[in-house]
């Protein structure tokens, strides 16, 4: 986490929707499922619970950082 991220506790996140900068870490999970798009700089996502594995975040879809931080689709 850097200086411009806002902290937030885990109740906070639970249940909601995300915008997430793609790291190296999700670079290569996309890689090795064949679903990179190099055009793509973030991501959206969704945080939950997994009960056997903890707080969780499921990739939906893969974007660009659009005029003022709007996500542009395609």
Request: aromatic share 8%; hydrophobic share 35%; glycine share 6%.
């Amino acid at each position: 986490m850097n200086e411009r991220t806002t902290r937030h506790t885990d109740r906070e996140i639970v249940n909601r929707w995300a915008l997430a900068a793609i790291n190296p870490a999700i670079t290569r999970m996309l890689s090795r499922k064949g679903t990179m798009d190099p055009d793509a700089d973030r991501c959206i996502g969704f945080f939950y619970v997994d009960h056997a594995e903890g707080i969780m975040f499921r990739i939906h879809s893969l974007c660009r950082s659009g005029p003022e931080g709007r996500p542009k689709l395609w």
